[in-house]
């Protein structure tokens, strides 16, 4: 069989596999509830397989949506057992919202990626006949005033720094979970390591413990968790009350690139005002991440830590991300391809600066290659014409997974597959990799408007 007909069957033979029946598990060992930005990914590859269970998933998901407009990172099934992970439905104790029953979801977000996601599954769906394109226009209908309450949600409770950007509280909300981009302001976190007296930490039970997080950032997480929780999950005084509040460059680029999917969704409903405050709103994102993020001597952007107003000395590969942004300065766009391509980074890209001390080629987040990460940076490439680059990144993607498997995340040297073997992001968007060799077609969405 050719190979990329074989990575093909193997990466739909993953979906399925991970499909519950209502929504994608990102992996059947580690994760086994619905999260956030998994489910946009998995539904980019759904899409070309089966477009009725992306549009399922991304259902799902926004069903669990928070009153206020926040969209959980995890909606948990009430069907898997409590200690099947940690930290559970038990130690988020969210109340009943929307008719939901109490400890459905955690009460953090994950980057905004559904927006992109459902213009994705929208495009595609035409492919599949008139009946798909017809359940395409309605899912939109339905998905896009909720995707504009997350937006809103984003854009305004968690503007805990004035500056038009959004923050996180918590290093799980930028899915970029253990980069060291965070280590300066998680270091000012109280680290109570009797949490884990009391807590048992269930991820290394099915994982190597020198691929995941120490015990000392655990503690950290499960303490900031607490702390946003036991203030209901409030989001006022966010800076005042709480000690983690972080500007994410990758997490603002998400939120921006969603504003200029919703002008693409807004157009197709028929909302010609909504679409042109969506890419204005983009516009004025694009302009507060590189007044806020970028540090012209590093030539590179980087996390600000609203509380002590300083930037992360580290370049992590959320810096990258804002390649994404059509908006960027030229002068920007080229010194991060110069990045991408040169031995900090190199294609595919691996999640940290190889040449930084805190690089580390087996642990979560700080040295593995991610595939949604390359796929993102690849999307930039591609918004800005770097098509020799983008053809290059697409072949080592493919590479990596046809040689390896649809693993979690890879080593950066040897492309070994390391964390979950069949996990759904890495599946679903070698399908997306694999269809996807019209490379303008990415810059044409944009430019259409
Ligand atoms: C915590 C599910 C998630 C991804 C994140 C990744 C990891 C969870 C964990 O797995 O985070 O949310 O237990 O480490 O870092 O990006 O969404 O795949």
Redesign the pocket.
């Known amino acids: 069989m050719h190979p990329d007909a074989e990575l093909w069957r193997s990466a739909a033979a993953v979906l399925d596999q991970n499909w519950t029946g209502r929504y994608i598990v990102?992996?059947r060992t580690?994760?086994p509830h619905q999260?956030s930005?998994?489910t946009a990914f998995a539904a980019i590859g759904l899409a070309y397989v089966n477009p009725a269970r992306a549009w399922r998933n991304l259902r799902s998901l926004f069903e669990a949506q928070w009153p206020d407009g926040r969209v959980p990172?995890?909606v948990f099934d009430p069907d898997v057992p409590e200690d099947a992970y940690f930290p559970g439905p038990r130690f988020w104790r969210v109340p009943a919202y929307a008719g939901r029953p109490a400890r459905g979801s955690t009460g953090l977000v994950?980057p905004p990626m559904h927006a992109l996601a459902a213009w994705e599954v929208y495009r595609h769906a035409a492919a599949h006949g008139a009946g798909a394109a017809q359940q395409a226009r309605t899912e939109l209908d339905w998905l896009y005033p909720r995707l504009v309450a997350q937006q809103e949600f984003l854009g305004d409770r968690r503007d805990a720094g004035g500056s038009g950007l959004a923050s996180i509280v918590h290093p799980?909300e930028s899915?970029?979970?253990n980069s060291p981009a965070w280590d300066e302001a998680l270091a000012t976190v109280p680290a109570d390591l009797s949490l884990l007296d009391t807590y048992q930490r269930r991820?290394l039970d099915v994982s190597d413990a020198t691929h995941r997080p120490t015990d000392t950032d655990y503690a950290r997480y499960l303490g900031l968790v607490e702390n946003y929780r036991d203030g209901g999950y409030s989001d006022n005084d966010l800076s005042l009350r709480h000690p983690f509040v972080v500007e994410c460059p990758a997490f603002n680029t998400v939120l921006a690139t969603a504003e200029l999917a919703l002008a693409q969704i807004a157009g197709v409903l028929g909302h010609p005002s909504a679409a042109h405050r969506h890419r204005e709103r983009a516009q004025g994102i694009t302009a507060a991440i590189t007044h806020r993020l970028w540090d012209p001597e590093s030539e590179f952007f980087h996390a600000r830590d609203v509380r002590s107003g300083r930037l992360s000395p580290e370049r992590g590969v959320g810096g990258l991300l804002p390649l994404a942004l059509p908006d960027l300065a030229g002068a920007q766009v080229d010194a991060l391809v110069a990045a991408v391509t040169s031995y900090r980074f190199g294609l595919p890209v691996p999640s940290h600066d190889r040449t930084g001390p805190a690089f580390d080629d087996r642990r979560?987040?700080r040295g593995p290659v991610w595939i949604n990460v390359n796929w993102l940076v690849r999307r930039g490439l591609l918004v800005h014409g770097r098509r020799h680059e983008a053809d290059e990144l697409r072949r080592a993607l493919l590479r990596l997974v046809h040689r390896n498997g649809h693993y979690?995340y890879f080593h950066p040297e040897t492309g070994s597959g390391l964390g979950s073997p069949a996990f759904s992001w890495t599946a679903a968007l070698s399908l997306d990799l694999l269809a996807d060799s019209s490379a303008p077609a990415y810059a044409r969405v944009f430019q259409a408007t």
């Open positions: 990102p992996s580690l994760y999260w930005w998994d990172h995890i994950q799980w899915g970029l979970d991820d979560y987040w979690e």
